[in-house]
């Protein structure tokens, strides 16, 4: 059975950073493409970034620089470094895999608040 264990998630003002980390457990397949989406109250889920087995990248449009998403294939684990974090980023952050031979699979999703 995956599971994907986000952390990372909490409160930060306006300006500042937070780094959030997705653990992977079980069976996964490779290729792969690791994922961030968030959900804010009322709004639909939307990406934020992913990344495939080969290191391509694509980023949401909002993002516009201030986000980088990495992953470690050997700790089968991905990461997402938000700098200049604004209110608007407020959200949980969830994180997805899928291939070809499974998925999409979600973590539980993270809290990031930004708030002053």
């Known amino acids: 059975q995956v599971q994907l264990v986000e952390s990372g998630g909490g409160l930060v003002q306006p300006g500042g950073s937070l780094r959030l980390s997705c653990a992977v457990s079980?069976?996964?397949?490779?290729?792969?493409?690791m994922g961030w989406y968030r959900q804010a109250p009322g709004k639909q889920r939307e990406l934020v970034a992913v990344i495939d087995s080969t290191m391509n990248t694509n980023y949401g449009d909002f993002v516009k620089g201030r986000f980088t998403i990495s992953r470690d294939n050997a700790k089968r684990t991905a990461f997402l470094q938000m700098n200049s974090l604004k209110p608007e980023d407020t959200a949980v952050y969830y994180c997805n895999l899928w291939s070809q031979r499974g998925g999409p699979y979600w973590g539980q999703g993270t809290q990031v608040t930004v708030s002053s």
């Open positions: 079980g069976t996964i397949f490779s290729p792969n493409t």
